[in-house]
């Protein structure tokens, strides 16, 4: 089977490596890809917004698409319409993530318990853009003076919701119009620093598995969040082919939704696609169908650059990645370039570094060490990823 994946960061890049390993894999494709995936895939310098001609230039049998921004804009539909297999949702059911008022709509509709939505911003509550926002657009408002700023620097159109607590879990399902099956349960660091201080960003780490989520708990969330929410957008005449993403908290009154996406989540897929003992790629191409996974761990450890999560850093030289690679850890490329031979960094968040082990502990200490063979200037991780 030849595979053209589409994305240029490191869920993309752990999705390679993984159709990597398939034996139905005869060539593997990415647009644009990056240095990591180089290693893996033919790139191809092309935007993945552009990326039908290139998947009908090269006749591949399945474009896998990673980010949200290409599947919101249609090129599942464009795909589709041109005769080319895909994963991944059209248009209309990608709004699931491309607008939070669809997909409230589409939750309470299918009875699936979520944030409730206040008439009037006070404090404490949330503030939501409602499009896509690479995960910057949420403003967790404690006090009156958190959502002067929120309502300062939010585009509208905007939601306001109850502000929830609790330890959150992303729970993945592939999915095809109303069948689904899910990996397991994985957990998101989403703020910049330790103790999940500072600003929201893309995401700083992820494990797997919890210890806090039982497989029968995933199983009972497929039936109660995935399967509802399947059931309502097929009625609806937009069915939902590919990764539906939810991302629960879980509160004093029960697990609530605080988001669906549309695609792999990331960090978290690098932190999932490391313990699969299935041949992930006929699962991407053929549907959902049972998803084996190792007993073991994984922890991911992002690597970002100089100023994030408010800007990223361009052409600042890494070292070491052969190093972090030679202790036994999967290093994948998030933000980097080749600059005169010379891997540099290229955007935010720069390398995940993952650690895999029988235990999150000895997962997390494979991570960490390998993390310590990497420098670069200004390079931010966080410390405590998986620890606790
Ligand atoms: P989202 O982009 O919807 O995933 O939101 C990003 C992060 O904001 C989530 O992972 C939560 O940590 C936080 N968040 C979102 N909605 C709520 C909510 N209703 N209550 C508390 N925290 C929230
Ligand atoms: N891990 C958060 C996201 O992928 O949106």
């Avoid at 539909?77 to 895909?86: P, S």
């Avoid at 007993?295 to 970002?304: H, Q």
């Amino acid at each position: 089977m030849k595979v053209l994946v589409v994305g240029s960061g490191g869920r993309e890049h752990a999705l390679a490596w993984s159709i990597s390993q398939s034996p139905s894999l005869t060539e593997l494709h990415a647009a644009p890809g990056n240095p990591g995936i180089a290693e893996l895939a033919h790139c191809h310098p092309v935007r993945a917004d552009d990326a039908a001609s290139l998947a009908a230039e090269l006749r591949v049998d399945l474009v896998v698409v990673g980010p949200e921004g290409p599947l919101v804009a249609g090129l599942a539909d464009e795909l589709r319409h041109r005769g080319l297999a895909v994963f991944g949702p059209s248009a209309a059911a990608a709004r699931i993530e491309g607008s939070k008022a669809f997909a409230k709509d589409v939750m309470d509709a299918a009875g699936v318990a979520n944030a409730r939505t206040l008439a009037a911003a006070e404090p404490p509550c949330v503030v939501k853009a409602d499009g896509l926002a690479a995960g910057k657009g949420v403003w967790v408002c404690h006090t009156q003076s958190e959502l002067d700023e929120a309502l300062a620097a939010v585009s509208p159109p905007f939601h306001v919701e109850e502000l929830l607590e609790g330890p959150e879990l992303s729970l993945f399902a592939v999915a095809a119009g109303e069948q689904a099956c899910a990996f397991p349960a994985a957990r998101d660091y989403k703020r910049i620093g330790d103790g999940d201080a500072g600003p929201n960003t893309g995401g700083m780490g992820s494990f797997s598995p919890l210890p806090d989520v039982a497989d029968d708990e995933a199983d009972e969330i497929l039936d109660t969040v995935h399967r509802p929410v399947l059931r309502e957008l097929a009625k609806r005449g937009m069915p939902f082919q590919g990764l539906l993403y939810a991302g629960l908290m879980r509160t004093p009154d029960g697990l609530r939704v605080i988001e669906f996406n549309c695609r792999f989540g990331d960090p978290e897929t690098q932190s999932l696609l490391p313990r699969l003992e299935t041949d992930l790629l006929p699962i991407l191409a053929g549907g959902p169908a049972p998803i084996g996974v190792s007993a073991g761990a994984a922890v991911t450890v992002v690597l970002a650059g100089r100023g994030y999560p408010e800007r990223g850093d361009i052409g600042t030289p890494i070292e070491g990645v052969a190093d972090a690679t030679a202790t036994g850890a999967h290093v994948f490329h998030a933000g980097t370039a080749l600059h005169d031979g010379r891997l540099v960094t290229n955007g935010g968040r720069v390398l995940n570094v993952v650690g895999t082990g029988d235990t999150v502990e000895v997962a997390r200490t494979a991570a960490y060490r390998a993390v310590d063979r990497i420098h670069f200037g200004g390079m931010q991780f966080r410390r405590d990823i998986a620890n606790g």
